[in-house]
């Protein structure tokens, strides 16, 4: 049985993509996204499930940063999974949403709340968590006026009331979650069907000059290999250097990849794979709880 790492405590979004994905794994939360990458590192845990990007908020910086500079971990899968952020209170609120004195949640939900937040919770204090499992952990605690952003999974798990549904600003709200693994080996998913594969490529520029980005796509472009990102992550060594982190439409193979990691090479760039993968779009059943 796979031990499968997450962002805990529980009822985060993370332990959501875990069920969606795996049968009968033994579950283990962690504080934040470093620890549970390192715990998959250091061959403490089996697999890592950790958030990439949000369909309203973008990137998980934490976790791209992460990935690129500490710890070089390949990602093996990949879960679309449905978002519904809901306002969570204490049983014994009886309160109207003016009342609420204070939002807790982690960073990602509360932006995807913003316009919700602005206009109904106006002058509430927004407090930042490690995660929504965190925040409705902490409603749990103090009670009183004070609301949690989080799913319906943590709802069930620290005695909630949901007390607005569904508050996300936009609809269509997804978030990628990549499933890491040390040493890449087949792994066990639920019976859903992968919905086609991706690449994720890391690329360095030497240095900047003109039409060296536009050298560096027309590698895939003349392949006719389909990007969907491309993003730019600062190189940490000073403004202007960037890391750009592609992800391509197909499966690793060897004749199109090498190909342009030789066409990037002889540019100057370096090209490193972050992983070639697998992608699960999981149901929107997973955001509701049974037997509440
Ligand atoms: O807080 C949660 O519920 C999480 O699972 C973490 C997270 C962080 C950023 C985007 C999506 C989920």
């Known amino acids: 049985m796979y031990t499968v790492g997450y962002l ?48 309203i908020e973008g990137s998980v910086h934490l976790t791209l940063d992460y990935l690129i500079h500490q710890v070089r971990l390949p990602i093996v899968a990949e879960a679309i999974v449905p978002i519904k ?51 409705a952990q902490q409603v749990e605690l103090d009670g009183g006026t004070i609301a949690a952003i989080g799913n319906e999974l943590a709802a069930k798990e620290y005695g909630l009331k949901i007390w607005k549904r569904e508050i996300h ?3 269509n709200n997804h978030t990628r979650f990549a499933v890491l693994q040390r040493e890449e080996t087949p792994i ?13 490529v890391l690329v360095t ?21 389909n990007l969907s990102r491309i993003e730019s992550r600062p190189m940490k060594t000073g403004l202007g250097n960037y890391f750009f982190i592609i992800d391509v439409e197909q499966e690793y193979d060897h004749v199109l990849f090498p190909g342009v990691q030789a066409e990037l090479e002889a540019l100057g760039c370096q090209m490193n794979i972050l992983g070639s993968y697998p992608t699960y779009l999981l149901s929107e059943d997973i955001n509701t709880v049974e037997n509440k």
């Open 188 to 200: 066990q998913i639920k019976n859903v069907e992968n919905q086609g594969y991706k690449t994720t």
């Open 8 to 55: 805990g405590p529980k009822g985060t979004f993370t332990k959501m993509a875990v069920d969606g994905l795996f049968d009968n794994v033994n579950a283990e939360g962690f504080a934040t996204i470093p620890a549970c990458i390192d715990a998959v590192n250091d061959g403490k845990i089996d697999l890592g499930v950790v958030p990439l990007e949000n369909a």
């Open 85 to 135: 952020q809901h306002l969570l209170v204490h049983p014994s609120f009886d309160g109207e949403l003016k009342d609420i004195t204070s939002v807790h949640s982690h960073s990602h939900a509360i932006a995807q709340c913003h316009q919700f937040i602005h206009k109904n919770l106006f002058g509430a204090e927004i407090h930042y968590t490690s995660s929504t499992g965190q925040a």
């Open 169 to 171: 600003d936009y609809e």
């Open 205 to 225: 520029l030497p240095r900047d000059y003109a039409g060296a980005l536009h050298q560096v796509l027309s590698a895939f472009s003349w392949r006719r290999m």
